[in-house]
């Protein structure tokens, strides 16, 4: 049972144009949601994350977007730069669960980007 | 450097034996968390301890167990090992905020070879 789904295993974009990595959910519950980025040989790192009171949150060149009634987010890069390459993982969690999901983050397959110059 | 350490970075070992992950966490963060990624599969959690107690237990199997000693490191424990086994393994850690973990910091995982 996949709870979180990143339906594109890889994207490629032109550097200094938009990248959009997408996610999508199933469990209701979820209210919290974070992006990682991982490379080679080492592992994810934190990027930014949204709270389900907001529908976007920005960062720099990284926004992320929340369609709560779609159950779909999204990160978008912009510019995307060629050191941007790298796996994306999108990850869900809700925040209210005790018992044996406290503290659990529900990762998606991940999606490689990859910037070309 | 992540300040979340573990060991070690590579293991080859052959179908039915045991092998030990271990992992440091960040100084100060209580919670570590054990996580599998497998080929063509998302990070799939494991387990994770608090403070030297479980806390949440996600598909781990039976063959499977970890601890979070007094000095907050922790170990999995992998036996009767199958070639499916072959995965990252990561540890991550973190410390709660209003009592949950809004992010963690993994170490660069430890992969697996079943042969």
């Known amino acids: 049972d996949q709870q979180v789904k990143q339906n594109s295993p890889s994207l490629s974009v032109q550097e200094g144009r938009i990248s959009i990595l997408n996610c999508d959910y199933t469990?209701?519950?979820?209210?919290?949601f974070l992006w990682y980025k991982k490379y080679p040989a080492e592992g994810p790192t934190f990027l930014i994350s949204?709270?389900?009171?907001?529908d976007k949150n920005e960062d720099g060149r990284f926004t992320v977007f929340l369609n709560k009634s779609a159950k779909h987010l999204s990160l978008h890069i912009v510019p995307s730069q060629p050191g941007d390459s790298a796996v994306y993982f999108c990850?869900?969690?809700?925040?209210?669960?005790?018992?044996?999901?406290?503290?659990?983050?529900?990762f998606g397959q991940g999606t490689i980007l990859t910037v070309h110059p | 450097d992540s300040g979340v350490t573990q060991t070690p970075k590579h293991l080859i070992t052959a179908t039915g034996q045991r092998v030990t992950l271990r992992c440091s966490p960040r100084?100060?963060?209580?919670?570590v968390y054990w996580y599998q990624q497998s080929l063509d599969q998302g990070l799939q959690f494991l387990i994770q301890?608090?403070?030297?107690?479980?806390?949440a237990k996600g598909n781990i199997l039976e063959r499977f167990s970890a601890q979070q000693f007094p000095d907050l490191h922790s170990e999995l424990n992998l036996s009767s090992l199958e070639l499916g086994d072959s995965a990252l393994y990561f540890c991550?850690?973190?410390?709660?905020?209003?009592?949950?973990?809004?992010?963690?910091?993994f170490g660069s995982g430890t992969r697996l070879t079943v042969v």
């Open positions: 991550a850690s973190s410390v709660p905020i209003r009592g949950f973990n809004y992010g963690y910091t």
């Open positions: 469990n209701s519950m979820f209210d919290y």
């Open positions: 949204i709270s389900s009171i907001k």
């Open positions: 990850a869900a969690s809700d925040t209210n669960a005790g018992g044996t999901s406290y503290g659990k983050l529900t």
């Open positions: 100084s100060g963060d209580l919670s």
């Open positions: 301890y608090y403070n030297g107690e479980e806390r």
